[in-house]
């Protein structure tokens, strides 16, 4: 166990684009964009710059419109993939 006021820096914290929370890298969803589709990458092997994401902070995310900053895309994104395999 780390000492109080340290993080355990053997496990990856990443922070969720939809609420901007930091978590474990577990108990997030990796997506990466491909020709402006948003995809899921459960495993986290697709090739690409990759954002982060809570499952239930979809919405939130869309209504920041963070998609095309955390990908680093301009234009408009299809996010049908991600909502697909999310909400089956």
């Known amino acids: 166990m ?9 496990r990856p914290i990443r922070t969720c684009i939809g609420c901007r929370v ?3 890298r577990a108990d997030l969803l990796r997506v990466v964009a491909v ?4 995809h899921p990458d ?3 092997r697709m090739p690409g710059r ?4 809570h499952p239930s902070c979809l919405a939130a995310a869309e209504g920041r419109r ?5 990908l680093r895309v301009s234009g ?13």
């Open 2 to 10: 780390a000492p109080s006021g340290l993080r355990d820096t053997r």
């Open 22 to 24: 930091r978590a474990d």
């Open 35 to 38: 020709d402006s589709h948003v």
């Open 42 to 44: 459960p495993e986290g």
């Open 50 to 53: 990759g954002a982060w994401l």
């Open 66 to 70: 963070a998609f095309g900053r955390a």
């Open 76 to 88: 408009p994104l299809d996010l049908q993939p991600l909502r697909s395999w999310i909400s089956p």
